[in-house]
């Protein structure tokens, strides 16, 4: 479980559907692998569908990535690695990562510092485990 505030998981969680949403389909598995995020990160899980309509209006009203990665940026490197995690999950979950998620993830890496060699090994685990 991360330490996060409220806030935070709610632009983390944004952040997660922008992910999810950036080849234009927000299916049902990708919304539960947020809401499996929310679950394991808040002490009240039942305000996992709550936050994640804020999370959904967030991302809905944003037009740039700064706003959601500033919170991750000065986060340890374990916390960068799980979200880092989160991301993959989403973006492998229909068995096909485009060049514009791909793409993403090496913005996201550059934006809250976070190496690109540990990323892709993140995702070829993830890829070996399904």
Not at 19 to 33: H, M, P, Q, T, W
Not at 59 to 71: A, C, D, G, H, M
Not at 72 to 90: F, G
């Amino acid at each position: 479980m991360l330490k996060l505030k409220q806030e935070e998981i709610i632009g983390i969680a944004a952040l997660l559907i922008h992910a999810a949403k950036i080849d234009e389909i927000y299916s049902e598995k990708e919304k539960k692998i947020v809401l499996n995020f929310l679950d394991k990160n808040l002490e009240n899980k039942s305000m996992s569908k709550e936050i994640i309509k804020e999370a959904e209006k967030l991302e809905e009203n944003s037009n740039q990535l700064l706003s959601f990665t500033k919170i991750i940026k000065d986060s340890p490197l374990k916390t960068k690695s799980d979200i880092i995690e989160e991301l993959w999950k989403i973006l492998i979950s229909d068995n096909n990562v485009d060049l514009y998620e791909s793409n993403l993830m090496r913005r996201i890496c550059g934006l809250i510092y976070f190496p690109d060699k540990e990323s892709g090994e993140i995702k070829m685990r993830l890829i070996n485990s399904k």
